[in-house]
């Protein structure tokens, strides 16, 4: 009997551990315990490599929050690639702001790469980033100063600093969405305070990319008459079959 009722609690453990798809993890780098929040569909297979989604909160916001409102999980799970939410030092991302943060989110990012690869074999072709507003702008800094390890960046109401700018040398051409709102009061959309106008980094990634000159322009349905509306710009073909996508 206590032989039946061992076997029975293997069983369910190894179940509980295969249905079990959500975990957190943390590992010291440069002397600062990084912590993180990792979601592994459950079609995980070690036969197969994943591509991976970094995805990066806004300033004040934590990785379970940027993990709450994304609903990246679900996408996750129905197109099969893992998700890392980071957490940056205090809430925040190193990303040129004069007396932000001065973590070296760069590297730890880095390091979170080879952490997860360790374990579930990823898919170093395909690692992206995508953040929104702080997270955005690392984003942004990934894409200039980790090209050889990103593949593609997204941005949601990030641009880039003044300084990540200047700075900006990319390894590669580098695919570029970008969405942000033409009312946004926090990071302006025509820029202010340290950070750079949408413009500026559309035509600096442009440029980089080699992409055409004038975009090819959609008007989106107005789904919900909230009084807003969406365009879509695209920027292809660039070289490397990059291109450059604005919402």
Not at 17 to 32: L, V
Not at 64 to 78: D, K, R, T, V
């Amino acid at each position: 009997m206590t032989r039946i009722i061992f076997f029975v609690l293997i069983i369910t453990s190894l179940w509980a551990n295969s249905a079990s798809s959500q975990t957190t993890g943390s590992f010291i780098h440069n002397g600062i315990n990084r912590s993180y929040i990792l979601y592994i569909p459950t079609t995980w297979s070690p036969d197969k490599h994943y591509p991976m989604l970094i995805a990066l909160h806004g300033l004040t916001q934590t990785g379970n929050s940027m993990m709450g409102f994304s609903n990246f999980n679900l996408y996750a799970e129905q197109y099969g690639f893992i998700v890392v939410y980071p957490n940056g030092v205090s809430n925040s991302w190193n990303v040129g702001f004069p007396g932000g943060s001065t973590a070296d989110d760069v590297g730890f990012l880095s390091a979170l790469i080879d952490t997860v690869n360790a374990t579930y074999a990823t898919d170093l072709n395909r690692i992206y980033s995508t953040g929104f507003s702080n997270g955005g702008f690392m984003s942004y800094r990934l894409a200039c100063e980790l090209g050889n390890r990103i593949a593609a960046i997204a941005s949601v109401a990030g641009t880039m600093t003044s300084a990540s700018l200047s700075a900006c040398q990319p390894s590669r051409n580098m695919p570029v969405m970008h969405i942000h709102g033409t009312n946004d009061y926090v990071v302006f959309y025509n820029g202010g305070f340290g950070n750079t106008s949408v413009n500026e980094v559309l035509t600096f990634w442009n440029t980089a990319n080699e992409c055409p000159a004038i975009p090819t322009i959609e008007n989106l349905p107005d789904l919900v008459p909230e009084g807003s509306t969406v365009q879509k710009q695209t920027w292809t073909p660039c070289t490397d079959s990059t291109e450059v996508t604005f919402f």
